[in-house]
């Protein structure tokens, strides 16, 4: 079928105008085949009268109407069918008899990523929805989020086996962010899991000490030169100042590439972390939809790292690799038995489960290893340091304490002598309560699951447990933003539901190196308070929360000194510091200033 378009008019010359027809378009559907389609005519006829001419002409298009009316019906077909699966998805949680918000046709519940940062919104949550749980979506997905101690103990611990994976992946298309420890699933994260536990045991710690050390003498030289009698003593920036000291300590650890970042402020592995921090629109739509659509992470080619980056970790670990004699000679006995080695040994041991150790396998441990630790570890120093200032009272009795530990011959505050600062452990416990990396811990339920006796959750559910929300409630925690470490007493601590206080998550998931946070916090914490006892301005009462989970260690150097450490004028209190709504993890929207001045 095709359109036929065709006129009819004829002309006086003498008079110039028309005398007969109309100089219009008329349009005629006629069966005719595609080769007379190709053929236009121009008829021109006097029709006797010299003075008068008339023509004809005609154009036949080729217009399938059959395409028109398929378009049409498929438009149709789709926009119903979007429908009914709208109508279906919109009814999920209220069919089952779960509290929820009502969804957004677009974005499901996650409307707040555009202005706010996805563990500030979980928390608030709590409040909204005091239940056990409540209901939500990932875009179209329905997700159900557990808030009691109870529910969240079968989800990380009991009933581990149905849970055993997260939600969040990043697809084939990029093995670096898909093959590291935090996004494998199982089979192939139980084989890593178990390879990697021996970087963490008392032993490999103990090791890194010289190490920490070393850069913590730089640090601390680095505030004496220039945030005591130097110029840029008004441009410290706390976050920065700890990130540029972390990145040494974990680079080193993990890629052998040595930093001088602590001193300097600048170095290779700093610019490759601060761009690791850095959200730009394109990596923050790559970040949401690895977290909260990871179904569509390989349609979209989403990456955990930029390229640059990505690239940049494959070119310094191999060039380690070569520096060890090969990836065979670095996988045998070593004399540094280091993180390094124990990851070249991954790569000799063979496949995992069935799955081959690529060298892209390797470094996507090294690289999660130095994510998860510099950036938190950062955020957790520069908050805790601020938190302290606001809090004389708190830091006072810490620096009590740990004038009154027993060092070692040469000085040092070790892991042994350390942990037995009780006040010191509430102190770390307390900041991490308040301020855990991220606010939530997400897995996906491998089959059906029955909740309770209402509501049963079908296979493929993303399950989310909400952490903060658990340690911000008054609930489980009485008067919750306050800062208060007594909280964690040895006589109080037996008060804390079990489940309730989760700054790793738990079960077989838990974070692989909370014993190294732990006890590097207590390091940093410890050296902290006997260098700088800290206080806030006379008239600056508040407190600050958001943190997380400390990566690093200080040492008491001989380069050490007695300042306290004062908020800068005019820089907002504790309490007005917000959340950086980029990214996942909890980190300050501002800079953390703070001055030394020397202690009465």
């Not at 629109?281 to 349609?299: C, G, H, V």
């Not at 470094?363 to 630790?373: F, T």
């Amino acid at each position: 079928m095709w359109i036929h378009l065709y006129g009819d008019c004829t002309y006086d010359l003498r008079r110039r105008s028309r005398v007969q027809g109309f100089p219009i378009f008329d349009i005629n559907f006629n069966l005719i085949s595609p080769r007379d389609s190709e053929k236009t005519g121009l008829d021109r006829r006097t029709n006797g009268q010299s003075d008068k001419w008339t023509t004809k002409w005609s154009y036949k298009v080729p217009f399938s109407l059959r395409v028109l009316w398929f378009f049409g019906v498929l438009a149709l077909v789709c926009v119903s069918w979007l429908h009914q699966r709208w109508q279906r998805v919109r009814r999920f949680w209220a069919e089952r008899g779960v509290p929820h918000t009502p969804p957004n046709p677009l974005f499901g519940s996650l409307s707040f990523l555009r202005h706010e940062n996805p563990s500030v919104w979980i928390r608030r949550q709590i409040k909204v929805h005091p239940g056990p749980y409540f209901g939500m979506w990932c875009f179209w997905k329905p997700a159900l989020v557990v808030q009691s101690p109870e529910l969240a103990r079968r989800v990380l611990v009991k009933d581990a086996d149905v849970f055993r994976n997260r939600y969040l992946g990043s697809g084939t298309s990029d093995p670096i962010g898909s093959l590291n420890i935090f996004t494998v699933n199982d089979p192939l994260w139980s084989a890593l899991r178990r390879r990697l536990n021996a970087a963490f045991t008392a032993a490999k710690l103990r090791a890194v000490r010289p190490l920490v050390a070393e850069k913590t003498d730089d640090l601390i030289e680095r505030i004496r030169v220039n945030y005591l009698d130097g110029d840029n003593r008004d441009t410290l920036d706390l976050k920065d100042l700890f990130a540029d000291y972390t990145t040494d300590i974990i680079s080193t650890a993990a890629f052998g590439l040595e930093g001088h970042a602590t001193r300097t402020g600048d170095s290779p592995m700093r610019a490759v972390t601060r761009d690791i921090s850095t959200f730009k629109l394109s990596r923050t739509i790559a970040w949401i939809n690895i977290f909260f659509a990871p179904y569509m992470a390989d349609f979209f080619r989403c990456t955990f790292y930029p390229k640059e980056t990505t690239d940049f970790f494959r070119k310094v670990f191999s060039r380690v690799v070569e520096q060890r004699g090969g990836w065979e000679a670095g996988a045998r006995e070593t004399e540094k038995r280091d993180l390094i080695d124990i990851l070249l040994r991954l790569r000799q041991e063979g496949d995992a489960d069935g799955h081959e150790v690529t060298e892209d396998m390797v470094v996507a441990q090294a690289a999660i290893l130095l994510h998860g630790g510099f950036e938190t570890t950062a955020a957790t120093l520069a908050f805790m340091v601020y938190e302290l200032a606001y809090n004389a009272q708190v830091q006072t009795k810490l620096y009590n304490e740990l004038n009154e530990g027993k060092p070692k011959a040469d000085g040092v505050l070790d892991s042994i002598n350390v942990s037995e600062c009780t006040y010191l452990s509430c102190v770390i416990k307390e900041s991490l309560r308040l301020y855990p990396t991220m606010g939530w811990l997400d897995r996906v339920a491998g089959q059906d699951y029955k909740l309770d006796d209402d509501v049963t959750i079908p296979r493929g559910t993303p399950v989310y447990v909400n952490a903060v929300g658990m340690h911000h409630s008054p609930e489980y925690f009485p008067d919750p933003l306050k800062f208060d470490p007594d909280r964690f007493l040895p006589e109080n601590e037996g008060d804390i539901k079990p489940y309730s206080y989760m700054p790793f998550g738990d079960g077989p998931r838990g974070c692989i190196d909370s014993n190294a946070l732990k006890l590097y916090s207590w390091l940093s914490q410890q050296a902290l308070e006997r260098t700088w006892p800290a206080r806030p301005p006379h008239d600056s009462p508040g407190s600050v929360h958001a943190l997380c989970p400390a990566n690093i260690a200080f040492r008491n150097t001989s380069v050490g000194f007695k300042y306290k450490i004062e908020p800068l004028e005019g820089a907002p209190l504790p309490s007005e510091v917000g959340v950086d709504a980029k990214g996942i993890f909890l980190a300050p929207d501002c800079r953390l200033a703070v001055r030394f001045v020397p202690r009465a």
